[in-house]
């Protein structure tokens, strides 16, 4: 079984520019979870899909993060414009329903993003 | 959803059983306890949960109080491999999301 893909792997930008991530889930799993990962802290939600719906946002800085996901499937993450303070690795996490306990969540390897 | 307590790090020697334990006092009845871990580098993967019972799988043993106020996840025979963060979550089924902490850094010496 394919694993969650992401990328690009890495991505340097200067400040006030945009970037944007993309994650290709498990083939049929419904959830899809984007996190952001800073140096030496845990992962943090950033939004949660099921299917091609929201199931929360709430932790997503709307002003300058949006993401979407196409037909269900894949996921692309943007940051418009970024600031120094979200340079962090994003990892993208699928599961097969939305109680996803059950099944396991599987993250992808993630995108490292440096903002100088 | 309840939080969790981990020691910041451990230490194990190679071939020992690695106990890496966490504190989660205010679980309650519908909250499941998983543990994944991070190797650098990678993204997070899965090891084990539970829900009252002690667990065991091919990576790891899960035990876990039975007043459900703690958990004990541990690695058997520890190797180099094993080197990682690991993560204690409390994940209820009302909200189905992953909430992580700071977590453990196990560091596994030959």
């Known amino acids: 079984e394919a694993g969650v893909a992401q990328s690009p792997r890495y991505k340097i930008i200067e400040k006030r520019q945009s970037v944007a991530f993309w994650c290709n889930p498990i083939s049929g799993h419904a959830t899809l979870y984007w996190y952001q990962q800073i140096l030496g802290q845990g992962p943090k939600l950033l939004i949660q899909?099921?299917?091609?719906?929201?199931?929360?946002d709430s932790q997503l800085p709307k002003d300058r993060f949006s993401a979407e996901r196409l037909k269900g499937v894949d996921s692309t993450l943007k940051i418009q414009p970024a600031k120094l303070e979200d340079s962090a690795v994003y990892l993208c996490?699928?599961?097969?329903?939305?109680?996803?306990?059950?099944?396991?969540?599987?993250f992808g390897s993630g995108t490292r993003l440096t903002v100088v | 959803d309840a939080k969790t307590t981990q020691p910041p790090s451990m230490d194990c020697a190679e071939g020992r059983a690695a106990n890496l334990p966490c504190n989660h006092s205010t679980i309650s009845g519908n909250e499941y306890v998983y543990w994944y871990r991070q190797i650098h580098s990678q993204g997070p993967q899965y090891i084990i949960h539970?829900?009252?019972n002690n667990e065991t799988n091919e990576m790891a043993s899960l035990i876990i109080t039975e007043d459900r106020k703690s958990s004990t996840l541990i690695l058997p025979h520890a190797t180099l491999r094993d080197t990682a963060v690991y993560y204690c979550?409390?994940?209820?089924?009302?909200?189905?999301?992953?909430?992580f902490g700071t977590g453990t850094r196990l560091q596994v010496f030959p």
């Open positions: 979550i409390v994940l209820s089924y009302n909200t189905d999301k992953l909430i």
């Open positions: 996490a699928s599961s097969l329903g939305l109680r996803g306990g059950d099944y396991g969540y599987t």
């Open positions: 539970g829900l009252k």
């Open positions: 899909f099921q299917n091609n719906g929201v199931v929360d």
